[in-house]
């Protein structure tokens, strides 16, 4: 069974293909079906933007589709401040890779603790499966946080790479290798187990 993931993300994709691969789904990226999905993402949570993407998704393909999207949770920051689903969209302008830097360490400054704020992001899917049925699904993970220094590399479109840190080994997501991946890494089976039980017709 073939599933087309609303993203033109390939690491998205490439986060939950395996996984669906080993119980008998290919996830195809919109890259890998030549489709351009132009969508307002205007929900005010990650599970309604995720359902926008997923219906969008599924009314142009007639395929099974999953949506996806994610908020950004600062511990201490004021709530008006907080950046939500507009992590890289500050008072109106979309910010560059190095104004994200600027205001998010920034952030820290003001309300963190010892250079350091606890973060968390929280994530909603939902699935379209071929009937047209849908189910939804959030889940978070907080295993990280923001400092005020940054790091001298920088993984390009990723600009909170170079001021987060993963809490269990205290280094940076940019000056991370493999080993330490493997030592970090979150387990998501539970998430590819919802998008398997709900992927299928269940006439």
């Known amino acids: ?11 998205k994709v490439e986060r939950f293909r395996d996984g669906l691969l080993e119980k008998g789904i290919e996830l195809l990226s919109l890259r890998d079906i030549d489709l351009d999905l132009d969508v307002l993402e205007n929900g005010s949570t ?4 995720a359902l926008i ?3 969008a998704c599924f ?4 395929m099974p589709s999953i949506g996806m999207d994610d908020t950004l949770y600062m511990e201490g920051v004021l709530e008006d401040l907080q950046p939500g689903l507009f992590v890289r969209r500050v008072g109106g302008k979309s910010l560059t890779d190095e104004e994200m830097i600027e205001h998010y360490s920034n952030l820290v400054k003001k309300y ?8 968390k992001w929280i994530y909603g899917m939902a699935v379209i499966n071929e009937d047209g049925e849908e189910a939804t699904y959030t889940w978070e ?5 923001m400092v005020s220094e940054r790091s001298l590399d920088m993984n390009p479109g ?3 790479n170079s001021i987060s840190k993963y809490k269990k080994i205290d280094k940076y997501f940019t000056e991370v290798d493999e080993e330490d991946l493997r030592e970090v890494q979150v387990n998501e089976d539970h998430v590819v187990d919802f998008i398997y039980r709900h992927v299928k017709s269940h006439k």
């Open 53 to 55: 993407k997923a219906r």
């Open 46 to 49: 990650a599970i309604e933007n």
């Open 59 to 62: 009314e142009k393909t007639h």
């Open 158 to 160: 990723y600009p909170l």
């Open 112 to 119: 963190g603790v010892d250079g350091r704020i606890n973060c």
């Open 1 to 11: 069974m073939k599933v087309v993931f609303a993203t033109g993300n390939q690491s």
């Open 141 to 145: 993970k907080d295993n990280f946080y």
